[in-house]
């Protein structure tokens, strides 16, 4: 079982940035790949970015190619996204999911509970 908490988000001017964080707890963390998604109101749920467990391999959404940036900490059980030159279409709720390379959210096991950014224009 891995439980993830996201925290992060907030209201951001378009062209800021700001640092998404997912804690996983469990002692596994480290087996699991990772991902972030995102929900815009009446929009499906889309993938943002994935990392492998090891941090080596990482992917992206050609929408948010060289603009964000994921990483992770597996002393710290953490998972990040650093996210540059926001636009205010990123306006969204961001999820991290564990056990997953895939963009399809169908290939994740555990999801948290999502944190709102919201990118003003």
């Known amino acids: 079982q891995v439980q993830l908490v996201e925290s992060g988000g907030g209201l951001v001017q378009a062209g800021g940035s700001l640092r998404l964080s997912c804690a996983a707890s469990g002692r596994t963390f480290s087996r699991y790949a990772m991902g972030w998604f995102r929900q815009a109101p009446g929009k499906e749920r889309e993938f943002v970015a994935s990392?492998?467990?090891?941090?080596?391999?990482?992917y992206y959404a050609d929408s948010v190619k060289g603009r964000f940036t994921i990483s992770r900490d597996n002393a710290k059980n953490t998972v990040y996204l650093q996210m540059n030159s926001l636009k205010p279409e990123d306006t969204a709720d961001y999820y991290c999911?564990?056990?997953?390379?895939?963009?399809?959210?169908?290939?994740?096991?555990?999801w948290g509970q999502g944190t709102q950014v919201t990118v003003s224009s």
């Open positions: 999911a564990a056990g997953g390379l895939d963009s399809s959210p169908k290939g994740y096991l555990y």
């Open positions: 990392i492998s467990w090891s941090g080596d391999s990482t």
